[in-house]
C-alpha cells in the first residue's frame, strides 16, 4: 500500500501522542511507555489500523504496537486513531472522510468514542525492529497481506522470508508467535518453507480462514482481508512460534 505523497503527513504523526518518535529510547522500557506490564503485541505493516484498533478494543489486557514503513499510510492509522477516540465508532472508507479546502482530512464523528490507552504508533521500516525491542520484549507479531515482492532477487524483502524471522526472533520471547494471514498463495507457501528452514515450529496452517470454526473464532479483519474475501479469495493463515535454535 502506497498513498500518494501527503506533505502534512510526517507533522502531524510527529506530533500524536500515541506516535513514538524516538523508538529505539524505548529499547528495553516499553512497559513506561504503556504504564503497565501487560504484554505486547505488535502488528507490521498495520497500513491504515482497522485490525490494530478492533484488536485494541478487544483486549484491553495487551498492549499493541503498530508498525508502518510510510508515513503517508500511518497519517490515515492517526486520523482511525482519533476519530475513534473523537467517538467516530466505526470508519466507513472514504465516503465518510472528506479534505477540506486546505487538504486537512475531515472525519464524520458520532457513535460513542473509544479509549485507545493501549495502542502506540511507529513510522519505521521493521528491519530495524531489534534496534527498538529488547529480547523477549513482544510476544507476538502479526503480518497482515504482506507485499508479495514476486520477483526472486525481491525475496529477502518479504516479510515472512527467512532474514526477517531472524529480526523477528531478536525481539520474540521464548515461545513467541507470528501470525500471517494472506490470500496469496505463493507467498503463503512461501512462509511455511521459510519458517521450516528457519527451525520455526508450524503451530496452525489454514488455507481457508473464514470456513475454518477453529481458527476463525476471534478473527479480526483487516482491510486488504474484507477486500479481497468481497472478490472470493479465500484467506490463509499461518501461526509460527520462534524456534529454539
Ligand atoms: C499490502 S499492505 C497491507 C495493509 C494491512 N496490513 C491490511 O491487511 O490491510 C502492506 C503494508 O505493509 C507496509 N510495509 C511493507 N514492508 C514494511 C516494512 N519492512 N516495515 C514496515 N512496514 C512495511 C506497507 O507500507 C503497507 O502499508
Known amino acids: 500500500m502506497r498513498l500518494r505523497n501527503i506533505p502534512r503527513a510526517n507533522d502531524v504523526i510527529s506530533a500524536h501522542a500515541a506516535v513514538i518518535n524516538a523508538p529505539e529510547k524505548q529499547k528495553g522500557n516499553w512497559n513506561e511507555a504503556f504504564g503497565n506490564k501487560h ?5 507490521i505493516g498495520m497500513g491504515k489500523g482497522q485490525f490494530l484498533t478492533k484488536m485494541a ?28 477516540v473523537a467517538g467516530a465508532g466505526e470508519m466507513r472508507g472514504k465516503a465518510d472522510a472528506t479534505e477540506d479546502s486546505s487538504g486537512t482530512r475531515v472525519v464524520e464523528v458520532s457513535g460513542a468514542a473509544k479509549s485507545l490507552d493501549n495502542i502506540r504508533l511507529i513510522c519505521m521500516d521493521a ?12 510476544e507476538k507479531i502479526y503480518l497482515n497481506f504482506s507485499d508479495p515482492w514476486p520477483k526472486a532477487k525481491h525475496a529477502k524483502r518479504r ?22 494471514k494472506t490470500d496469496n498463495v505463493g507467498l503463503f507457501d512461501f512462509s511455511l518453507q521459510q519458517a521450516k528452514e528457519a527451525g520455526w515450529e508450524v503451530l496452525a496452517v489454514t488455507r481457508d480462514l473464514h470456513h475454518d470454526e477453529v481458527m476463525s473464532r476471534g478473527n479480526v479483519m483487516t482491510e486488504y482481508e474484507e477486500k479481497f474475501s468481497m472478490m472470493g479469495n479465500p484467506i490463509h493463515k499461518g501461526i509460527f ?5
Open 159 to 180: 516479510l515472512v522470508s527467512k532474514e526477517f524471522l531472524t529480526v523477528f526472533s531478536k525481539v520474540l520471547a521464548s515461545g513467541g508467535t507470528v501470525e500471517f
Open 241 to 245: 512460534e520462534i524456534g529454539t535454535r
Open 127 to 138: 528491519a530495524c525492529l531489534a534496534d527498538v525491542f529488547a529480547k523477549g520484549e513482544v
Open 39 to 43: 504484554p505486547i503485541h505488535i502488528e
Open 57 to 84: 478494543e478487544a483486549h484491553p489486557e495487551i498492549n499493541y504496537v503498530g508498525i508502518e514503513r510510510y508515513s503517508s499510510v500511518l497519517l490515515r492509522a492517526v486520523e482511525r486513531y482519533d476519530a475513534l
